[in-house]
């Protein structure tokens, strides 16, 4: 029987009886060249991930050629202060053009490739091309005709949920399921970047599961493995993290991206950290049984004649485990043995008088 929540994206199954399923979010970390973008993509494969996701919009989608007010990054604590909403986004942007080698870079090497849509032009571009899924973006998230024309696609649908309060999450559920999304996921987030351990709050994850009836994973903006391999203990089935080739390199998501080492160790921590959850379980498992000879057991310490009594000086509890178990050294201390016993010999019913 299946989990009712699990999701299917281009023949892989996403859900708690699998694998996380690790997705390398390109962004801007092409710094404008095709060549670096499907370097990216080859080594996202090399990496074992199992998805690359990059983003659709032009800067002209995301918001107006101005440089004053609210249009200009003016808070110092910013990656990008000192430049327009406009700038960074034209500095950030993947051209359209370059969507399909980038794609096909993908298919050929094994892994899914999608991307986040900012606006319908962007979701009618994507459609052409065939995309597996969708994403939507924490900053979007409240964007409910956005929403409601992914969702009409009738394909997987994943949300950052960055910012969103319990009210408007709901809000955005309705709209992606009642628009046809019947596949989602939703992925908690902090829309800090980078964010820190102690704002991640991962505890939220079965909360979004149990709450919402989806599956729920982690788009993760901290630095290190650390945070990733810990939410799939509580039930994370996806794990969304930025990929760059080098953060040295520059551009305008490297400092808080992964570089290829780094997410080949997330994909392995993350199915390590799976395969660990296993089951409630007690007793020696199948692999242990071999184990058991090692535990303490009562033994004969020094050599005895027949009839010499058993006493704290030449029985002890020691390994390995061939003897009498420990929990009867009480109860054979003051009997005599029945035969003459040499100094290593297991302390068992037969041996007393």
């Known amino acids: 029987m299946t989990n009712s929540t699990e999701v299917n994206i281009a023949g892989r199954t996403i859900g708690l009886g699998y694998a996380p399923f690790i ?53 110092p604590t910013s990656l990008w202060a000192g430049t327009s909403l406009y700038k960074l986004y034209g500095e950030a942007y993947t051209p359209w053009e370059w969507h399909k080698p980038i794609f096909e870079r993908a298919r050929d090497l094994g892994i899914i490739a999608f991307s986040t849509p900012f606006d319908d032009t962007a979701v009618d571009f994507l459609e052409s091309l065939e995309v597996p899924c969708y994403k939507i973006a924490s900053f979007e998230n409240t964007d409910l005709p956005l929403i409601r024309r992914v969702a009409a696609t009738g394909k997987p649908l994943l949300i950052s949920t960055g910012m969103a309060t319990v009210a408007e999450l709901d809000e955005t559920v309705r709209a992606a399921r009642e628009a ?44 290190g493995v650390g945070v990733s391999v810990a939410s799939v203990a509580l039930g994370a089935t996806v794990i969304e993290k930025h990929f760059t080739l080098k953060r040295a390199d520059g551009g305008v998501d490297s400092a808080f991206s992964m570089e290829p080492a780094e997410m080949a160790q997330l994909v392995v921590e993350t199915e390590r950290a799976w395969q660990a ?28 004649k027949a009839g010499d009594v058993l006493t704290r000086e030449n029985v002890r509890a020691i390994r390995p485990g061939l003897g009498l178990p420990t929990r009867y050294y009480e109860i054979v201390l003051g009997k005599k043995v029945a035969r003459d016993v040499e100094k290593g010999t297991p302390v068992n019913w037969d041996l007393l008088g």
Do not use: W
């Open 23 to 75: 997705i390398a979010e390109m962004s801007g970390n092409h710094n404008q060249s095709l060549a670096r973008a499907l370097a990216i993509v080859e080594a996202v494969a090399r990496a074992g991930a199992h998805a690359l996701k990059i983003q659709t919009y032009t800067p002209d989608t995301m918001t107006l050629a101005l440089d004053e007010r609210e249009f200009h990054i003016s808070d």
């Open 180 to 223: 046809g999304c019947n596949d989602l996921i939703l992925l908690k987030c902090t829309s800090t970047y980078p964010a820190t351990a102690a704002n991640t709050n991962i505890l939220t994850i079965p909360h979004l599961r149990e709450l919402f009836g989806c599956e729920a994973g982690l788009s993760d903006h901290t630095m």
């Open 277 to 304: 959850l296993g089951q409630v379980s007690y007793g020696p498992i199948e692999a242990e049984k071999k184990s058991i000879q090692f535990r303490r057991s009562l033994y004969v310490v020094r050599d005895l």
